[in-house]
T-cell receptor
Framework: NAGVTQTPKFQVLKTGQSMTLQCAQD?????MYWYRQDPGMGLRLIYY???????DKGEVPNGYNVSRLNKREFSLRLESAAPSQTSVYFC????????????FGEGSWLTVV | GESVGLHLPTLSVQEGDNSIINCAYS??????FIWYKQESGKGPQFIID?????DKRQGQRVTVLLNKTVKHLSLQIAATQPGDSAVYFC???????????FGTGTSLTVIP
């Protein structure tokens, strides 16, 4: 059981480049999330998708876009990367929102130079 | 806004001792809490959860205590082992249930 799988694991981008982080879950979960993790700060929500076909902004959405491709997949796109987007990104999923356990992927380390 | 905080950023314990990691939350309306363990270079791993209608919940070697009066959450790890060395986060469910808010974490080091 793979759980939540995200790619790539590591990426280095130049300022202004674009890229997409891919995420897939095999737990038949309805809700999916993208978080970023920075030193000294807790996980912060970028975007979430409560169910297939819906997406909503989280706490720090600026500079990002998302696509809920189907029930399994939820991608995060950086259109024009900035050094401030250097971070570790985690995809997560849960059966539903509101009082349900969130399960995380292994993370994607992104450096913008 | 909501905030989730930890009393101590680091904790060192001797192997075999019990560990206690604390967490304060600010939203009295929060009704679901989770503890996660994060090892270096990995994603957060679910340890145990508790709902606001409970004061205590036990798992394998772990116990979570919830004190709603003072809005405090703690994680107790019995007979701490070297494999328990990691960063531990608490997470709090927001008012609307759409989002969890995470603390910055406590780094637990187990001394052999």
């Amino acid at each position: 059981n793979a759980g939540v799988t995200q790619t790539p694991k590591f990426q280095v981008l130049k300022t202004g480049q674009s890229m997409t982080l891919q995420c897939a879950q095999d737990m038949n979960h309805n809700s999916m999330y993208w978080y970023r993790q920075d030193p000294g700060m807790g996980l912060r929500l970028i975007y979430y998708s409560a169910s297939e076909g819906t997406t909503d902004k989280g706490e720090v959405p600026n500079g990002y876009n998302v696509s809920r491709l189907n029930k399994r997949e939820f991608s995060l796109r950086l259109e024009s990367a900035a050094p401030s987007q250097t971070s570790v990104y985690f995809c997560a999923s849960s059966e539903a929102q509101g009082g349900n356990t969130i399960y995380f992927g292994e993370g994607s380390w992104l450096t913008v130079v | 806004g909501e905030s989730v905080g930890l009393h101590l950023p680091t904790l060192s314990v001797q192997e075999g001792d019990n560990s206690i990691i604390n967490c304060a939350y600010s939203n009295s309306a929060s009704d679901y809490f989770i503890w996660y363990k994060q090892e270096s270079g990995k994603g957060p791993q679910f340890i145990i959860d508790i709902r606001s209608n409970m004061d205590k919940r036990q798992g394998q070697r772990v116990t979570v205590l919830l004190n709603k009066t003072v809005k405090h959450l703690s994680l107790q790890i019995a007979a701490t082992q070297p494999g328990d060395s990691a960063v531990y986060f608490c997470a709090e469910n927001s008012n609307t249930g759409n989002q969890f808010y995470f603390g910055t974490g406590t780094s637990l080091t187990v001394i052999p």
